[in-house]
């Protein structure tokens, strides 16, 4: 006889086997049910049933027989094994989850869909995939809808509010570039078509939930910031203001700790330019208008009507320095993003190098010349790696990122084409905020020097030259990743220690090009200064400026780059094609301080 015992002590339900019936081994015979849940039992053999020894509602302890059956080990002719029962694809509750999960999705939506594009804008949805692999993207809260129950049915709701205007979740951004870990980023994604993005009560909890996954997995966040702000109509909740949510508290937070990309496209106001502004770079594309207030809250302070476009309009911003890289359209700005985050998330095994044997060229011989220091930048990098950044703002100074040998950095360069280099507060607060986002997320610097030296005269000093300008000082002195100067040409005074990291010790390495030229101060200044008494000996004219330009040939070979080699103030003289092969083994040698915790990153 085969015997089948009780596995746990339970209330028989239901027999689904008669005497007599044949049964196969795995085949269901039995429902027992137990604090309240229901366990099937099935057959441990093939058998034929000879007796059932418990019926329904009889009480049976662990181990009791529950029938007797003898063994059956051949099929009578023609009998076939009985088959499983089939998954049910219609059963109710897989069907509700696909209709709420139909509803999510834009194509519930044609209609909102096809106002999006007629604005030639995309839909968060769209964003999110272009931005994500493909498969990757794990939505949290999509199930949301707006907290408006008390005003408006449920099912309209759910038809309307999908994921409560905000799509949430983890995806893999540049999988197929680096591992798993490094690929997984935390993205935001406001829905200008429901309820115009504003924030409302639930899709505050779910920015709250993801951005305490990111914090917690240092996950990179990305998000998509258009929208319109608070939302006054969520009236779910005893709220009067809302002023406790601790959304805004929760982005800040992220600041130094994980990069933060924000991207703005249409109109973004109030809490959600908000946001934005708390991210470590901001792309915004050219019809974007940000503000921390829209057209209402404008008007309604007494300060006038306006159309939306009229604030905060996205060229104004490019010129002021809210917006790091401008472009022409979200797919533009997605690409950016990938491209920003894969700045973050390591070293690229292969490259392309530059034709280095153009780099003597690019300082004029002339050496009161202007010329272009970001053609040293793209002969020193990979090839199709440097991207500059805030270009329409603080013009005295170049930055962005690059590789080396795959290897990611971030680059500073000055500008002789603008007021012939001289370092002005706009550039000095752009350089300050830029060594801050590299020392925060771990980018070695490199820094291509070719400055008189800060900005000088009333006019500067009404901006308050003297607290911008000393922001690079300190923030140089906060560095924890390597920072490799190089000196094109103009290497003078306060301006340069501060391109080198507050003084020409200070970076792993100070090197100068043949070009190089140094002095305290400016060479035509200290020639002025220092010899004004043996000018104004000679007669103005001729004689007078014969003497002036001796004295300033004698200065600038006293200055030059090999002098400043003798005496151990710079490290080496390099030729220019050798640039790059001293960046390489200098980012290789050269770590980071591991043990330090990072340092918060300047909102500007």
């Avoid at 990938?338 to 153009?358: M, Y």
């Avoid at 690019?362 to 990098?381: C, F, K, Q, S, W």
């Avoid at 101060?521 to 001729?542: D, N």
């Amino acid at each position: 006889m085969t015997v089948l015992r009780s596995p746990l002590h339970a209330q028989v339900v239901e027999w689904l086997v008669a005497p007599g019936a044949l049964v196969h081994e795995g085949d269901v015979v039995l429902v027992l049910e137990a604090m309240k849940m229901e366990h099937e039992i099935r057959a441990p053999a093939t058998v034929r049933v000879r007796e059932l020894l418990h019926a329904p509602g009889d009480t049976v302890a662990e181990g009791d027989v529950l029938w007797a059956a003898e063994p059956a080990l051949a099929e009578a002719p023609g009998a076939a094994p009985a088959a499983p029962a089939p998954t049910d694809a219609s059963r109710a509750d897989l069907q509700r989850l696909q209709e709420r999960e139909a509803l999510t999705r834009d194509a519930a939506r044609p209609d909102a869909v096809a106002r999006r594009h007629a604005l030639g804008l995309r839909t968060a949805r769209e964003n999110v995939a272009d931005l994500c692999d493909p498969g990757s993207f794990d939505e949290y809260g999509a199930f949301a809808i707006a907290a408006q129950t008390s005003r408006r049915p449920v099912d309209e709701l759910r038809r309307q509010t999908p994921a409560d205007g905000m799509v949430t979740g983890i995806g893999g951004v540049n999988g197929a570039l680096f591992a798993p870990e490094r690929a997984r980023t935390a993205v935001l994604a406001y829905d200008a078509t429901v309820l115009a993005g504003t924030q409302g009560f639930r899709n505050h909890q779910k920015t709250d939930r993801l951005l305490g996954v990111a914090a917690r997995h240092r996950l990179p966040v990305v998000l998509f910031a258009e929208g319109g702000g608070g939302r006054p109509g969520d009236a779910d909740m005893p709220i009067v203001a809302g002023l406790h949510v601790p959304t805004f508290a929760a982005f800040a937070r992220l600041n130094g700790v994980v990069p933060t990309i924000g991207i703005a496209a249409g109109r973004c106001f109030a809490g959600n330019a908000a946001l934005l502004g708390c991210c470590d770079l901001i792309i915004a594309t050219r019809d974007a208008t940000i503000g921390m207030g829209g057209p209402a809250m404008v008007e309604g302070g007494g300060l006038g009507r306006f159309a939306p476009e009229d604030i905060g309009p996205a060229a104004d911003l490019h010129r002021n320095g809210v917006i790091d890289l401008l472009a022409d359209d979200e797919a533009h700005a997605v690409r950016w993003a990938r491209q920003c985050l894969a700045i973050f998330q390591g070293a690229l095994p292969d490259w392309e190098t530059p034709d280095v044997d153009a780099l003597p060229g690019v300082v004029p011989e002339n050496r009161l010349r202007a010329y272009d220091t970001r053609a040293a930048i793209h002969g020193i990098a990979d090839v199709g790696t440097v991207l500059e950044l805030r270009t329409g703002f603080g013009q005295g100074i170049h930055t962005g990122f690059a590789r080396i040998e795959g290897r990611a950095i971030g680059w500073m360069a000055n500008n002789p084409a603008h007021l012939g280099g001289a370092i002005d507060a706009d550039a000095a607060d752009k350089a300050a905020r830029f060594l801050q986002l590299c020392n925060a997320h771990g980018l070695p610097m490199v820094s291509l020097v070719d400055t008189p030296g800060f900005m000088v005269g009333p006019d500067i000093e009404r901006r308050a030259q003297v607290r911008h300008v000393s922001r690079m000082f300190i923030a140089a002195a906060h560095l924890q990743v390597p920072l490799f100067a190089v000196v094109l040409r103009k290497g003078y005074g306060l301006g340069a220690m501060a391109m080198a990291a507050g003084g020409f010790h200070e970076p792993a390495f100070t090197v100068a090009w043949p070009t190089g030229e140094f002095g305290g101060m400016g060479l035509e200044g200290a020639v002025k200064l220092g010899y004004r008494k043996e000018l104004h000996a000679q007669p103005e004219g001729p004689q007078r400026e014969a003497l002036y330009e001796r004295l300033l040939a004698r200065q600038y070979e006293n200055g030059q780059a090999l002098r400043m080699a003798e005496t151990l103030e710079i490290d080496a003289v390099i030729e220019p094609a050798r640039t790059r092969d001293w960046l390489a083994r200098g980012l290789a040698a050269a770590r980071p301080s591991p043990d330090v915790p990072r340092h918060r990153i300047d909102a500007w």
